[in-house]
């Protein structure tokens, strides 16, 4: 009955072991001291147990048949629903703020104006802070630097900033802002209520 | 009278077992021992004796019994791994050890004590000695303790004791057979010889075996079952024991990559035989010779428990377990079953009365007993620990 760590990068260890005549167990630490046992049975059913601690005896969560087991994996994988964004990666700063990274996609609103025609931090209140072109990164942009499909945009803002960034700049279809309460128009004039006066 | 016609009395028995099932599952108690239990209600010694419609042992019935045997022990094989074993070899050795030099040498000491004479000592060594894989197994997976520490060495000693199985009916099967020490000895070299062949192309002969069994699942059930019975019969023609060439062959098939496959497609004709298997034993028992056996059988429980109990204990510390684990390693595997069954059988065919008759009750007594309490050890470990003083706080 062999122990094996089957991944042991950061701090997530996965311990499988052979149980002869039954399947297989794969033991998950959670990290909090709690491990997580799943049994997976010859016959494709997988059972699931919670161990509270080391001593404790392991308590039934749920079991799944093979199909369902699967469909049930690939939700948790992520398959259908990321919820950390594909296209952008995000570094909480302290507090409220965070510097994230996005893509900027064909047709988005953001692609082919200068910062300053977009109107950034008046409309959404979050800051360029650097824009990648291919190999070249220019940081600190100045309002006049034009942005391009293709581009990566470094943003810092607040998580609202940041989300009112995104909704505004960079929908491919360019239908910013829509359903998100506040009117964007595409040409970056000030019709937001929240603007202040121009930059 | 007895139903001479083989259908109807398979048919019978096939219910028997079925009924017993379903009563196991309401309740609780493990299926091995009352498949028996139900042979010998509708056998010729209850249902016969009170004038009733009974199933006889007939050559129908015993022929699917054997095939139940030989499934049995093919599966066990193809459970088996020579590289798991070796894998765990230093925990697992020292434990399986221990399993071994306890609660062999007790029955072996048992037996003599009974006056069975040095063969019936030597099986009743090992009714004693085998715990009940199906049994435990169930139990561990019904409770729960599957996800929890114990399942390991739990799991590892039935698997080691697989192995000792194999060797041990080998030996066994030949030498019930009495005679003179020069024949028996001869036989024991034949037997010996032919299991070595069928292990040795068990061991490398894993690629053509593939190729040869491979197909739908239709040719991989027939191809297989074919296999296991010729291969099996082949052992019994030369005084071998149909059952351990039934293990090497599993071994052989278990090696494959076709292992999982076979498991799943031959698990419910495993299934089937061997209930017939299990009832076939009950057909064959006079509960009135259990009766009479019962003194040995209470000395055997109080004796034969305890030291599974504190083998399984000691076995659960070499693998590093708190004491409360180790505890409850040594209660599961307290049940015996299917294999003790075996070595009845086997027992049967002895020239020896005392061993014919004699042995055979008793060990369709000893598991009834020993299954029904390792089942409730489990269940009762929690009220067991506290009476010990290791019990969870």
Request: charged fraction near 20%.
């Amino acid at each position: 009955m062999r122990v094996a760590p089957l991944d042991a990068h950061d701090s997530m260890t996965v311990y499988e072991s052979d149980l002869p005549g039954v399947g297989k167990k794969h033991e998950i630490d959670l990290g909090d001291g709690t491990r997580l046992v799943v049994v997976t049975h010859n016959t494709g059913k997988r059972e699931v147990f919670r161990r509270a601690d080391a001593d404790a005896d392991a308590e039934k969560l749920f079991e799944l048949g093979d199909d369902l087991a699967r469909t049930v994996g690939t939700v948790l994988e992520g398959a259908y629903f990321q919820p950390v964004r594909s296209a952008g990666m995000e570094t909480v700063l302290g507090g409220d703020t965070l510097l994230e990274w996005f893509a900027v996609p064909d047709g988005a609103t953001l692609a082919d104006t200068t910062l300053r025609e977009a109107g950034v931090r008046e409309r959404t209140g979050a800051s360029v802070i650097a824009v990648e072109h291919g190999e070249e990164v220019t940081g600190n942009p100045h309002p006049e630097d034009e942005v391009h499909a293709g581009d990566t945009v470094v943003v810092v803002g607040t998580r609202q900033q940041v989300d009112a960034f995104e909704a505004a700049f960079l929908r491919a279809d360019g239908a910013a802002g829509e359903g998100g309460g506040a009117d964007h128009s595409a040409d970056g004039d000030a019709t937001d209520p929240d603007s202040d006066a121009d930059a | 009278m007895a139903a001479e016609n083989g259908l109807l009395a398979l048919g019978v028995l096939f219910g028997v077992v079925a009924a017993a099932g379903a009563v196991g599952r309401r309740t609780g108690v493990p299926a091995v021992p009352l498949y028996v239990l139900g042979g010998v209600v509708v056998g010729p010694y209850v249902a016969g004796a009170a004038g009733l419609p009974y199933v006889s042992d007939s050559e129908t019935v015993t022929v699917l019994a054997e095939v139940g045997v030989v499934l049995l022990l093919f599966f066990l094989g193809l459970e088996f791994s020579l590289d798991r074993l070796l894998a765990a070899r230093r925990r697992l050795s020292a434990a399986a050890g221990v399993d071994l030099l306890v609660n062999f040498p007790l029955g072996v000491a048992l037996g003599l004590l009974f006056g069975w004479g040095p063969v019936g000592a030597f099986l009743l060594g090992g009714v004693v000695y085998v715990s009940s894989s199906a049994v435990i197994t169930k139990s561990l997976v019904d409770l729960g303790w599957i996800a929890d520490p114990e399942a390991e060495p739990v799991l590892g000693t039935l698997v080691a004791e697989d192995l000792v199985v194999a060797v041990y009916l080998a030996l066994a099967s030949a030498l019930v057979l009495g005679g003179d020490p020069a024949s028996a000895a001869v036989r024991v070299g034949v037997a010996l010889a032919f299991l070595v062949v069928v292990a040795a192309l068990a061991q490398f002969g894993a690629r053509p075996l593939a190729r040869a069994l491979d197909g739908s699942d239709e040719d991989l059930v027939l191809r297989t079952m074919a296999l296991a019975l010729v291969v099996a019969g082949l052992a019994l023609a030369v005084g071998a024991s149909e059952g351990v060439a039934g293990f090497f062959v599993g071994v052989g098939v278990g090696a494959t990559p076709l292992h999982d496959r076979v498991a799943e497609t031959l698990a419910p004709v495993r299934d089937a035989v061997a209930a017939v298997f299990f009832a076939w034993v009950g057909l064959r028992t006079d509960p009135a010779l259990v009766v009479a056996v019962a003194g040995p059988l209470a000395v055997a429980a109080v004796v034969t428990g305890p030291a599974k109990v504190l083998s399984g204990a000691v076995g659960g510390r070499l693998y590093d377990l708190p004491r409360r684990r180790s505890l409850r390693t040594g209660l599961a595997l307290v049940a015996r079953g299917e294999f003790s069954l075996v070595i009845a059988a086997l027992a049967a065919a002895s020239p020896d009365p005392r061993v014919a008759a004699t042995l055979p009750a008793f060990a369709v007594g000893y598991v009834l007993v020993m299954a029904l309490a390792g089942t409730l050890a489990m269940s009762e470990a929690a009220r067991i620990e506290r009476l010990l003083g290791v019990g969870a706080d």
